[in-house]
């Protein structure tokens, strides 16, 4: 009967696409299939793309196109003097998606944000483990257990947060993907049928798309939700197309059977310019690919003999090769599109003379190093095998000779942490949630040192200054970054390579299409002329 | 027959035993494991490492491992993709069909005219058709798929546009999957045209699968038909006056088919390596691109339990291949 319901629901479906001559179908030739449909499972973008950014909102959402955060589902939220306690005042009237497969009985209140957060917090919460191997990866990768104390309800439309202690960054982290809101009501008409896993695979929320149906690797359908709560979209049916190899993504473009595509080859990304019919949107993403020395080895241990060899590295030769055009030269450890970015820091100019002369005054001769090169590839670095390369001979003018290791990429990961690590390493970040406490604390506080601090730095100066950011209004905390920079540049634990350059193609059909500095694709306030 | 049936099922156990220590063993030889892997350069703590090896069982000793594993296969239990959460067999049966198809419809074609080439290059030997027929054969061996798909693309789907460019039909029809099969469910589905644009979508991933095996086959027939066709029986069949049709037909045909039907059975894992290959190129939602995914990734149970259902299905193709051959050749049977 369930089947011949489902038959029915999607033989209408397809006589509404065929006799709806009006309805606005968008297609996006997106790079690969989603894992699931709960984002706090999971930790890749793509699964993002076709879960919270399309079906799900959160409490404070990204203002699309930039790292700030603006009011989602709550309306607004007050902050405690001491910054431990944010309570959150929900938006009356939102209404989750009515499929054929649930209908809400009512709208969103405190418990559906208690249960999106609590299954995520209490191994007893029924949810905790409903698909086995459930581990909250984002939940736990950015320390929210640590930092959440609890979660009150207030009244049906408030829900405060009492945390363990003040932390800024707090705002920017209910933003991500894992803090997307789910219903209650869903969850637990699912839990009586024993159907708890649907949650992962038939999703309901409140955003401006509902789930149609998901074909594995082929294709996922979502239509406007008609009661979205900040008003329809203009497109009327969304429409994933999984299409995993970039050149026939380019080709499905080019032939007009998508109208987005994520992920050109940087290759192709000049023909692409030249086609009449399409749109290349550019930005830089919100990462960045380093050299990190070991601060606690000899020579390094030396400011000057880094920043010699940080004279030394020619990055203009390294952005031609390696990123083909798709990268920027880096000179702060965050990317210039992340507030408190310091654009008046000076980048150590390309100088081998100077280098040289550097590294003799320091009484360095003779300098043998290991550098490590990453065995695959990343946004921030396409070919760190070129890439230690290019830097091999860039080092052999100042003589210093470098011999390039390389291990397999967990153990890489795992053996670049220790802090007698013999050699520099090839590495990079992504950015999370947008706060600069995401780039600086994480990859250079005194905490990461044996860990994400690849370069084992601890500077008492810089890490003060990150400390003391983490509570504060964001201007406070921007003059505080960007005093932090400054101490960076002047200490050299790496050398900043690049940000990559994405590029994302369209037709010329699309309009309203905002880039998103974190990296994912959203579709809000998107149109298509015919 | 029964007897030669349950011989050939017996050989099936220890062989499929093998099969699932060759794919325990393998995904574990490789260095990483998937839980730093899945961490990334986020990294996981050594307490919240240790919780996650207890949670997957993979503190335990590898035997204990391998025995629950194998116990929970006999049982029908997969396992859970580590990274989907999705149960194994669940992720694999809705794969399959379109691999399956993708495949019947290459080994169809490739049988259909590598077989009909072969004969038409042994009956002419040395000739001018004979010396093309295998000139073609040996490029297409050493065709490299992905280059040859992307050819295909760009000639047939952008410059002339007469097919698309991937996926199995077209985003316009939407409708339940019933058998999996595109071609039938587009037929049952009732909507006109969806049955064509699923046939227009099946012709390039088609014909770039079925190069290598096309070119094996027709080489494979060809030496097969030269050798019977000097046997004696054959020249005896022609000098009794017999007609070149029914002599190569009915009299050579039959017994040069062995060797071929062999190379047939074969194929199977030919064609499934090259379905990774032709899946990629093609956006084909199949478990092609699954299996290499989940290698990249260190999905143990996906890579275990798939690497264990690929090789039940080609050590079934065997049997078929065997069965007919007893059909072929009675003397087989015994």
């Known amino acids: 009967m369930k089947k011949f319901g489902s038959l029915l629901a999607t033989t209408m479906l397809a006589s509404m696409l065929a006799t709806g001559a009006y309805a606005k179908t968008l297609v996006y030739c997106s790079e690969g299939s989603p894992e699931g449909f709960d984002p706090a499972l999971y930790t890749a973008g793509t699964t993002f793309d076709a879960s919270s950014k399309t079906v799900y909102n959160r409490l404070v959402e990204f203002k699309i196109g930039t790292t700030e955060t603006q009011p989602g589902l709550a309306e607004s939220y007050d902050v405690s ?9 929900l938006r009356p009237g939102v209404k989750f998606h009515t ?155 080019t032939a007009g059977e998508c109208h987005v595509m994520p992920y050109p080859n940087p290759a192709d990304v000049q023909a692409l310019k030249d086609d009449e019919s399409i749109n290349v949107m550019e930005q830089e993403g919100l990462n960045v690919g380093y050299l990190a020395y070991n601060t606690k080895v000899a020579p390094f241990d030396k400011t000057e003999v880094r920043k010699a060899l940080n004279m030394a590295i020619n990055k203009q030769a390294i952005l031609d090769a390696v990123f083909q ?138 890490d003060n200054l990150i400390q003391k950011a983490k509570s504060g209004t964001q201007e406070e905390r921007a003059k505080l970054y960007e005093e932090a920079q400054v101490v960076f540049k002047r200490e050299a634990p790496w050398a900043t390579i690049a940000h990559s350059v994405v590029h994302m193609p369209m037709s010329k059909k699309v309009t309203g299409y905002k880039m998103d500095p974190l990296g994912g694709h959203w579709f809000t306030g998107v149109d298509i002329s015919e | 027959m029964i007897r030669f049936l349950l011989r050939k099922f017996g050989l099936l156990i220890p062989t499929f035993i093998g099969v699932s220590i060759i794919a325990f063993a393998f995904i574990r030889l490789l260095p ?22 207890a949670a997957y069982g993979f503190d335990k000793p590898i035997i204990v491992q391998y025995v629950n594993y194998l116990g929970d296969i006999l049982q029908g239990d997969f396992g859970t993709s580590i990274v989907t959460k999705r149960p194994v067999l669940e992720e694999f049966m809705q794969l399959f069909p379109a691999t ?77 999957q019933v058998t999996g099969f595109m071609l039938i469910d587009s037929l049952l589905s009732g909507q006109a045209g969806a049955f064509k644009s699923a046939v227009s979508h099946l012709i390039l991933p088609t014909i770039v699968l079925a190069t290598i095996p096309l070119a094996v086959i027709a080489r494979q027939t060809r030496s097969a038909m030269l050798e019977v066709l000097s046997e004696d029986y054959v020249r005896t069949a022609r000098s009794k006056g017999l007609g070149p049709f029914r002599v190569i037909g009915l009299h050579a045909l039959r017994n040069a088919l062995i060797p071929v039907v062999t190379t047939i059975g074969l194929q199977v894992g030919v064609l499934l390596a090259g379905a990774i290959l032709t899946e990629s190129i093609f956006s084909w939602p199949g478990i092609g691109k699954w299996m290499v995914d989940s290698v990249f990734k260190r999905d143990y149970s996906v890579v275990q339990g798939g690497l264990l259902l690929i090789a039940g299905m080609i050590m079934l193709v065997n049997l078929l291949v065997d069965l007919v051959y007893g059909l072929i050749n009675p003397r087989i049977r015994r």
């Open chain 2, 100 to 176: 399956l198809e993708l495949s019947i419809c290459a080994i169809i074609l490739a049988t259909a005219i590598g077989i009909p080439a072969g004969i038409l290059a042994a009956v002419r030997r040395g000739s001018f058709t004979d010396q093309s027929i295998m000139g073609v054969a040996l490029v297409g061996y050493s065709m490299p798929i992905f280059w040859w798909g992307l050819l295909l693309i760009i000639l047939f789907s952008g410059v002339l546009q007469w097919t698309p460019v991937s996926g199995r039909i077209s985003l316009l029809y939407y409708f339940p």
């Open chain 2, 32 to 53: 990483g494991d998937p839980i730093t892997l899945l961490a990334g350069e986020r990294g996981v703590s050594a307490e919240r490492y240790e919780a996650l090896q």
């Open chain 1, 81 to 89: 003097d001491d910054g431990t306690e944010y309570t959150f005042h």
């Open chain 1, 99 to 253: 499929t054929d497969f649930f209908t809400p009985s009512r709208d969103l209140n405190a418990d559906d944000v208690i249960f999106s957060f609590e299954r995520q917090l209490k191994s007893d919460n029924p949810y905790n483990a409903y698909v086995e191997g459930a581990s909250w990866e984002y939940f736990n990768g950015m320390s929210m257990p640590d930092l959440i104390k609890s979660i009150e309800k207030v009244d049906d439309m408030t829900v405060k947060f009492v945390l363990n202690r003040a932390e800024a960054p707090f705002v920017a982290n209910l933003a991500m993907d894992f803090a997307s809101i789910m219903s209650k009501e869903y969850a637990d008409k699912l839990a009586e049928s024993g159907a708890m896993s649907d949650l992962n695979q038939k999703p309901v929320g409140t955003g401006p798309y509902q789930f149609v149906a998901y074909q594995p690797d082929a294709v996922i359908r979502y239509k406007a939700n008609p009661d979205y709560w900040n008003g329809k979209e203009k497109i009327d049916d969304l429409v994933f197309a999984i299409t995993t190899d970039a050149s026939v993504r380019q080709q499905k473009l």
């Open chain 1, 325 to 462: 055009g798709a990268g920027q030269a880096a000179k702060n450890p965050i990317p210039p599109t992340m507030w408190s970015y310091n654009d008046s820091v000076e980048d150590d100019p390309y100088d081998p003379e100077a280098a040289k002369k550097m590294l003799e005054e320091a009484g360095v001769s003779d300098l043998s190093m290991k550098i490590w090169a990453m065995p695959v590839q990343r946004p921030y670095n396409p070919n760190a095998r070129r890439m230690a390369e290019l830097m091999q001979e860039d080092f052999s003018k100042v003589g210093v000779k470098v011999e390039i290791v390389s291990y397999e990429w967990g153990e890489y990961l795992e053996k670049s942490k220790a802090e007698d690590r013999d050699g520099a390493v090839l590495l990079g970040w992504t950015g999370d949630n947008g706060d600069p406490d995401n780039f600086l604390a994480v990859l250079l506080g005194c905490d990461g040192v044996g860990g994400s601090n690849r370069a084992q730095w601890c500077n008492e100066e810089f």
